[in-house]
């Protein structure tokens, strides 16, 4: 057989195997609790809805679902996802919108058309893992923006676009996730946005909006969509289906300028030709017979009782006056969990998991090799006795972490 | 907004629109008889197995289908997949085969984890255009080698391989259509298959069997799978539902060592993350209450009768002693047309869209410029009275093209 290592291209050599599939790996025990994965609950799922309309789909239009479709997209999608993008404030056509295989997809081509390598990419501290892998690939080198509870910081964010136009850097976007962020679950308030836009428009560079949870509010008001803010057609916003229908699917969109579009329709023809169109005429129907809105209610009952189990539960078994802290999330699907600075979750990890719970390291988020001390909670998928249960475990970890701690 | 055009990468400069889909968009007119797409007959869907299998997935196994799955692929559909290679002969198991969202994902994979800018590849001449876009987006540089109707040219292709050799070049493979080719319709002896392994294994390069078509044979042995006359590891073999199920579900896979394929599956990670479990349930139903059989037999019978069709329709319209040649392939989709050499094609299309009936022009198939003089022919989409009302408005365009070239 030929050396396959000396015939790995640049691009393979780039990206690894993700940090939390070989975590996960070890968490495939019995009892094992696991807050380490990304998945919605499989009680969100409107099966019965599906097997109708996918019935339906077959019945009326098999040659339109089993054939090969339009790179763009089905019509019949995109005129429905325009019409719920217009219920967000985002006032778009049919020739703004491409359907993908998903929001990874979305990045993947949007890393494709435009990262060339060690172009430098600005991202959230922390941000989504999905994002830094498919950006990876292309060869782009991240500069990390401080981040809090409202939102990347704006002035990090201009000291650092600054520094790099007058290093002369060819800067192509700012990544970012601003509604119930994956791993934070921080949503950026308005201001946040309004100055983020600005400072796009300032610094001509693309603001990339990657909202899989926006949906997913469980209180509060929700501020503007970063593309309801723009009006110079900078903004390029990333949604999926995954969250508020079904991953398995494999459906998302992008919305952008329709020279953006065109563009990144001619990348995808090239990587997969076209999405199911079986899929696309389910997603359209579903979406035309009204039945999303109710939908996403009865998701949101889900989650929102998840978050309060979890928020209450940690509550109830961390250790008090130890300098841990978490923000209860307004939405979305996880918890960010900050321990004292000392107690290193990546170490922990496997203690974790001798207690039968796991979670994801919060430093496979952090493009600046930070954040030892954070760990990812996701509520949506365990049941609410797994949630009070697993804490308990975890808390009890942590606890034996710290008098370890204070013996050394 | 920003300078687009300033913002794009190589990546996405490199790859353009493809011409095929520009050409197609004239052929919107009323009354088009079009032989341009390469489109399965949808009289070829299996809908009602469809049907039926997808209310059966829903109901007993909907907590699979609509949740992510793992990036190879379900093992459910690895399995059966599995079972459908050891019938051609090539004995794998599940740790070999990599579910994809279509062969062109295959095709792009493989492009992404394989090539670096300027690394050559050797491929046919001509050859399928997916292939030579996807590879075109990673900066492949392409070395055609001769075919003929038994397949690629073993000497041409020695000949380039020594002196790619020679001149210290890193070739990464040689990528193959062998059976049923698109465009050519040649399937490869097995002489020619062979030699091929044999050379793969003396110049130490990789085998791409690219095979979409190859169970559509309507008559005649099929020769062996490049994957079974190899025993060292170096040929990756690309597959799709496309063609025998339906293009509307997404469904390929890749057979290869399972090191190769470990790799394949972390670049899918980066770009989608996991093919749709709905669909891939879908095809693992199909082929586990073993349907798949009888329905390809159902198909081919569609498409023999189709190819029969144009094969007869040429003889009849096509003015004789001009040099216009074809070959009836065994299989597959389609039919190629060399035109006499002084007959240009490209030039042709706008008078044949005159007349009402579409083609592809064959040099986008030829990665040395050439091919002017062919056009590629789909049978297995239009009727058989549009074949033979398409074919007689051909030979028309072609007969005023001579009167014309010996007016001059």
Redesign the interface.
């Known amino acids: 057989?030929?050396?396959?290592i000396k015939?790995?291209?640049?691009?393979?050599r780039r990206?690894?195997?993700?940090a939390i599939?070989e975590l996960l790996k070890l968490t495939n025990k019995p009892d094992m609790i696991s807050f380490a994965g990304g998945?919605?609950s499989?009680e969100s799922?409107p099966?019965e809805s599906?097997?109708e309309i996918?019935?339906k789909v077959?019945?009326d239009k098999?040659?339109?679902?089993?054939?090969?479709?339009e790179t763009e997209g089905l019509i019949e999608l995109r005129e429905q996802v325009a019409i719920l993008m217009k219920k967000d404030g985002i006032h778009v056509g049919a020739e703004n919108i491409l359907i993908t295989?998903?929001s990874?997809?979305a990045l993947?081509l949007v890393g494709?058309?435009?990262?060339?390598p060690t172009d430098p990419l600005l991202v959230e501290l922390p941000t989504y893992l999905?994002g830094l892998?498919?950006f990876?690939?292309?060869g782009a080198r991240f500069i990390g923006v401080a981040s809090d509870n409202q939102g990347m910081i704006m002035e990090d964010l201009e000291s650092k676009l600054r520094k790099l136009q007058l290093s002369e850097e060819?800067y192509?976007f700012i990544y970012t996730v601003p509604d119930f962020q994956n791993p934070s679950g921080v949503t950026w308030t308005n201001e946040r946005r309004q100055k983020a836009v600005e400072l796009s428009n300032r610094y001509?560079?693309?603001l990339i909006d990657d909202s899989p949870y926006r949906e997913l509010r469980f209180e509060g008001k929700r501020p503007d969509a970063l593309h309801a803010i723009d009006k110079?057609?900078?903004v390029i916003t990333c949604r999926t289906f995954?969250k508020i229908f079904?991953?398995?699917?494999?459906l998302g969109w992008i919305v952008g300028?329709k020279?953006?579009i065109a563009?990144l329709s001619?990348?995808k023809?090239?990587?997969?030709?076209?999405?199911?169109?079986?899929?696309q005429l389910i997603a359209a129907e579903f979406l035309k017979q009204n039945l999303l809105d109710n939908h996403v209610k009865k998701i949101i009952d889900i989650y929102r009782v998840k978050r309060d189990a979890m928020d209450r539960a940690l509550e109830k078994y961390m250790p008090k006056g130890e300098g841990i802290s978490w923000m209860k999330p307004e939405g979305g699907l996880f918890l960010f969990l900050k321990l004292p600075e000392l107690l290193d979750a990546d170490d922990m990890f496997h203690e974790a998991i001798e207690k039968k719970v796991a979670y994801v390291i919060g430093s496979v988020f952090h493009c600046d090799g930070k954040g030892q001390n954070t760990m990812r909670l996701n509520f949506s998928y365990p049941t609410l006795e797994q949630i009070d249960i697993g804490i308990s475990r975890l808390a009890d970890t942590i606890k034996e972490r710290i008098v370890k701690l204070k013996r050394r």
Chains 1, 2 share one sequence.
């Not at 057989?1 to 396959?4: P, S």
């Not at 015939?7 to 393979?12: K, M, P, R």
């Not at 494709?112 to 060339?116: G, K, L, T």
């Not at 079904?246 to 494999?250: E, I, T, V």
């Open positions: 057989m030929i050396d396959l015939n790995y291209s640049i691009t393979s990206v690894k195997g993700s599939r998945l919605p499989p799922f099966t599906i097997a996918a019935a077959l019945k098999a040659h339109i679902a089993l054939q090969y479709t295989a998903s990874q997809q993947d494709r058309v435009f990262i060339d999905g892998q498919a990876t690939a292309y060819h192509k001509n560079v693309l110079e057609g900078n995954s079904a991953p398995g699917l494999r300028h020279n953006i563009k001619v990348a023809q090239s990587v997969d030709l076209c999405t199911s169109g079986f899929n």
